[in-house]
T-cell receptor, first 112, second 114 residues
Framework: DAKTTQPPSMDCAEGRAANLPCNHS???????VYWYRQIHSQGPQYIIH???NNETNEMASLIITEDRKSSTLILPHATLRDTAVYYC?????????????FGTGTRLKVLA | NAGVTQTPKFQVLKTGQSMTLQCAQD?????MSWYRQDPGMGLRLIHY???????DQGEVPNGYNVSRSTTEDFPLRLLSAAPSQTSVYFC?????????????FGPGTRLTVT
């Protein structure tokens, strides 16, 4: 299973875009990239996922490089409520057994 | 939908005691999993299941047993609790197959072993 590497912490000014990078250089062709976040000690919350193409939803955008070895999660207008730990995860897509392997994540602090 | 529920919310055990953490979901999800999260750390996968009667080990399975007799329930058993098992335990579920397959997480069980 591919591993991910993220910076341990980042700060972002409220209202600005938060760009959270993730390195997954050993990713395989059928492995999706997922992003989750964890606010305080709650259960993680799904944000977005992608395979090859860039993706956007109501929460965020996901930019995946052409070689798929890294990705960036973009929160377009960060608010104080976006302060959380953000996890980048690689998961195999086969319809049988698969695993989500979490790393240590990036602690994002949004500053007023 | 209640989503993913976990009981108990808090538990204190003495070393050597056994107990079962309960997890249930009402979304008819095939995939269920257990994670532990130690202070300041990310989540580590303990065991997972892709359907009733099918379970497999994750990253840190030692000291834990699971079974999956129904689609809805996926209990985690601590056989003989140790202080190293003090952690927050999260259960999650998702669909299998094509689609987003996002995992839905429960609120967690905070376990202290003295």
């Amino acid at each position: 299973d591919a591993k991910t590497t993220q910076p341990p912490s980042m700060d972002c000014a409220e209202g600005r875009a938060a760009n959270l990078p993730c390195n997954h250089s050993t990713i395989s062709g059928n492995e999706y990239v997922y992003w989750y976040r964890q606010i305080h000690s709650q259960g993680p919350q799904y944000i977005i996922h992608g395979l090859k193409n860039n993706e956007t939803n109501e929460m965020a955008s996901l930019i995946i490089t052409e070689d798929r070895k890294s990705s960036t999660l973009i929160l377009p207008h960060a608010t104080l409520r976006d302060t959380a730990v953000y996890y980048c995860i690689v998961r195999r897509t086969t319809s049988g057994t698969y695993k989500y392997i979490f790393g240590t994540g990036t602690r994002l602090k949004v500053l007023a | 939908n209640a989503g993913v529920t976990q009981t108990p919310k808090f538990q204190v055990l003495k070393t050597g005691q056994s107990m079962t953490l309960q997890c249930a979901q009402d979304m008819n999800h095939e995939y269920m999993s257990w994670y532990r999260q130690d202070p300041g750390m990310g989540l580590r996968l303990i065991h997972y299941s892709v359907g009733a009667g099918i379970t497999d080990q994750g990253e840190v399975p030692n000291g834990y047993n699971v079974s999956r007799s129904t689609t809805e329930d996926f209990p985690l058993r601590l056989l003989s609790a140790a202080p190293s098992q003090t952690s927050v335990y999260f259960c999650a579920s998702s669909r299998l197959g094509t689609g987003s397959n996002e995992q839905y997480f429960g609120p967690g069980t905070r376990l202290t072993v003295t």
